[in-house]
């Protein structure tokens, strides 16, 4: 029978530390979700398939996460353990391994999870468990090793004498498990403890004890595995997450002034050479060309493709547009629902009238044109090439090629009328 690499993703608490009506997997980090971010993390690393366990307001997450994974339904919060043998009947006939891991880890590496099934089963252990080493005693599982090396048990911190207390090595609930011997462990989870619920963490002590081989990997970065409980928590990886996407376009060449006012997205592809000045925000699949500058206060939303030696300069947003090389939007302008050709020039104050109140229309300016000061363009409308519209103009019908467009009223002066 093939191998096969599921994942359990745990999502079935109610976080009541969140304050919040909502289930705290559907608040968003950056712009997604927590649950879809944990998800996409697994599926990131391989795993196509992956069982999400509900139950606490489980329709907010059935309602992100829709038909992406399947679903095992836990209607009492009994223990860890008892969530993942709501899970088990979807792991039976299969053989491999299984991820298990909580659905309020967003930020969790593709590639860390994929080197946690790698090296379980080079090893051929039956369970393998990421685990972190702190320089502070913190209140977590602890991870107790015989003298071979193999994890016999882990114990958790209000239950360890001294000794154990000032072990560093500790649990974050993330595992790797033989879906066999898991399916195996499960049959002879109890609940006989205070609390009267099954902890996952008692089949690592049930495999060890049957001579299986468990084992632990060391996370190499600590923010990655931190998880989410409460708002200041979601803060915390929030910052946590802009600093390892702007480092990450740092690394690739892209010039950031300010690493922490700057909110790049994911899924955001930069140009080398291109500028970010501070307090620009650039969301989730936008695309910029090399020798760029943008900002200070820019607003790049989705759906936005600029080329190179592109400007969009301080209080501009721009939304769904394609834009040119070399062409310039300098300041307090919206460009929204357009096509923009090479080297032209966008005056300040000028806005793209997209939407109407029902449907949203697109502008088309051509190459090498200039478009004045205070000047809208009500879509659906085409500017040509070299086209040049004076200051204060509100253009509603097509300009021409070479045309200029003037269209505002001429100026009257009716002397002495705010005397009256």
């Known amino acids: 029978m093939e191998q096969e690499v599921l994942a359990i993703v745990m999502a079935a608490g109610k976080g009541t530390r969140m304050k919040s009506k909502k289930s705290k997997l559907v608040h968003k980090i950056y712009g997604k979700e927590i649950i879809r971010r944990a998800v996409e993390n697994v599926k990131r690393a391989g ?147 205070v609390q009267k619920e099954y902890y996952l963490t008692d089949v690592i002590k049930i495999m060890y004890d049957k001579g299986l081989k468990t084992g632990s990997i060391v996370v190499s ?18 910052k946590a997450l802009q600093l390892r996407i702007n480092t990450e376009h740092m690394k690739n060449g892209v010039t950031i002034e300010d690493i922490n006012n700057t909110y790049i997205y994911d899924d955001v592809e930069i140009g080398v050479d291109t500028v970010i000045h501070p307090n620009t925000t650039i969301k989730s699949g936008v695309v910029i060309g090399e020798d760029c500058e943008i900002g200070p206060n820019a607003y790049i939303r989705e759906g936005c493709r600029l080329s190179d030696k592109v400007k969009i300069g301080s209080f501009v947003e721009v939304k769904k547009a394609v834009i040119g090389e070399g062409t310039k939007v300098p300041h307090l302008s919206y460009m929204g629902d357009c096509e923009i050709g090479a080297k ?28 004045g000061s205070n000047t809208n363009l009500v879509a659906p409308v085409t500017l040509g090439t070299n086209t040049f519209v004076a200051a204060g103009s509100t253009i509603t019908d097509d300009v ?21």
């Open 221 to 238: 970065d600590n923010a990655e595995v931190l998880g989410i409980n409460d708002r200041m928590d979601l803060q915390v990886l929030t």
């Open 400 to 420: 021409p090629n070479d045309s200029l467009a003037i269209a505002r009223q001429r100026q009257t002066n009716k002397e002495g009328w705010n005397r009256k």
């Open 47 to 193: 795993i196509k398939e992956v069982i999400t366990v509900v139950g606490y307001q489980k329709e907010q997450i059935e309602e992100v996460l829709a038909d992406s994974v399947k679903y095992a339904v836990q209607e009492e919060q009994l223990g860890t353990g008892h969530a993942i043998m709501q899970a088990a009947k979807l792991l039976e006939g299969k053989r491999g391994k299984v991820l298990v891991l909580n659905g309020d880890h967003p930020i969790m590496r593709p590639e860390t999870l994929k080197n946690l099934v790698e090296v379980s089963n080079q090893r051929g252990e039956s369970a393998t468990i990421l685990t972190m080493v702190h320089e502070n005693i913190l209140p977590y599982g602890k991870i107790i090793h015989d003298i071979d090396g193999k994890i016999k048990e882990i114990i958790e911190h209000k239950d360890c004498n001294l000794e154990q207390q000032q072990i560093r090595e500790v649990n974050l609930g993330m595992y790797c498990f033989d879906i066999e011997k898991l399916l195996e462990a499960l049959k002879e989870l109890t609940n006989d403890n």
């Open 344 to 371: 032209t020039n966008i005056g300040c104050g000028t806005i793209t009238c997209n939407y109407d109140g029902f449907n949203k229309s697109k502008t088309i300016i051509g190459d090498n044109s200039f478009i």
